[in-house]
């Protein structure tokens, strides 16, 4: 898990960040077979309407749906998983709470637009990819797009980031092709982790 969140700062910058979309596939669907396939899959049982098989996960996903593209935090899906134990409405019903780093892998996900399967994405899912992307730059950035800075990890491999904040001991970064990434500031260079609390400090 770790291993993945760090990948936009640990391999090259050419390979990972000129991609596809971060995508329920390959990223969040390991997750869901872990957790909730026993209750929430046609391979098994599918419990309050909510299948989360990706053949029909479209379902799911919408301005007024459990999954709300852009919206992780009024995204029904992932308040479930964050409510206590004891809640009615707490998911995994029979299950422990998922890791930290698990619901903020999911949260990442809905953020950058909740594309099923990068590869293969329909119409509607490459618009919203579109959308999620920075907005241009304005007039008066003096040709940088703002907001936007070069973070180095341990290994010297360079990105271009925004800041959006810190996490704990992580900074959350949204690269330029609409991607996010929640990264351990123990992962960044000395000076890329003094930029982020610099930077977010109020």
Same mark, same amino acid.
């Given at each position: 898990?770790?291993?993945?969140?760090?990948?936009?700062?640990?391999?090259?910058?050419?390979?990972?960040?000129?991609?596809?979309?971060?995508?329920?596939?390959?990223?969040?669907?390991?997750?869901?077979?872990?957790?909730?396939?026993?209750?929430?899959?046609?391979?098994?049982?599918?419990?309050?309407?909510?299948?989360?098989?990706?053949?029909?996960?479209?379902?799911?996903?919408?301005?007024?749906?459990?999954?709300?593209?852009?919206?992780?935090?009024?995204?029904?899906?992932?308040?479930?998983?964050?409510?206590?134990?004891?809640?009615?409405?707490?998911?995994?019903?029979?299950?422990?709470?998922?890791?930290? $780093? &698990?619901?903020?892998? #999911? +949260? /990442?996900?809905?953020?950058?637009?909740?594309?099923?399967? @990068? =590869?293969?994405?329909?119409?509607?899912?490459?618009?919203?990819?579109?959308?999620?992307?920075?907005?241009?730059?304005?007039?008066?950035?003096?040709?940088?797009?703002?907001?936007?800075?070069?973070?180095?990890? $341990? &290994?010297?491999?360079? #990105? +271009? /980031?925004?800041?959006?904040?810190?996490?704990?001991?992580? @900074? =959350?970064?949204?690269?330029?092709?609409?991607?996010?990434?929640?990264?351990?500031?123990?992962?960044?260079?000395?000076?890329?982790?003094?930029?982020?609390?610099?930077?977010?400090?109020?």
């Amino acid at each position: 898990m770790k291993n993945h969140l760090l990948t936009a700062l640990v391999v090259s910058t050419t390979a990972s960040f000129s991609g596809t979309a971060a995508d329920y596939v390959s990223e969040i669907l390991p997750i869901m077979k872990e957790h909730c396939w026993d209750c929430h899959s046609n391979e098994t049982e599918v419990k309050g309407n909510v299948a989360l098989d990706p053949d029909v996960l479209a379902d799911q996903i919408g301005a007024y749906n459990v999954i709300r593209p852009g919206n992780p935090a009024e995204s029904g899906f992932v308040e479930r998983l964050k409510l206590d134990e004891t809640h009615n409405d707490f998911m995994p019903r029979k299950g422990k709470p998922l890791p930290k $780093r &698990e619901i903020e892998k #999911i +949260e /990442a996900w809905i953020q950058a637009g909740a594309i099923i399967d @990068a =590869k293969k994405p329909t119409e509607d899912e490459t618009k919203r990819m579109a959308e999620m992307k920075p907005a241009a730059p304005s007039a008066g950035a003096a040709g940088a797009e703002a907001g936007f800075q070069s973070w180095t990890n $341990r &290994e010297g491999k360079v #990105i +271009e /980031a925004r800041l959006l904040g810190l996490e704990g001991d992580a @900074a =959350k970064l949204l690269l330029k092709n609409g991607k996010s990434y929640v990264v351990p500031l123990s992962s960044l260079s000395e000076e890329s982790a003094k930029m982020a609390r610099e930077s977010a400090a109020p």
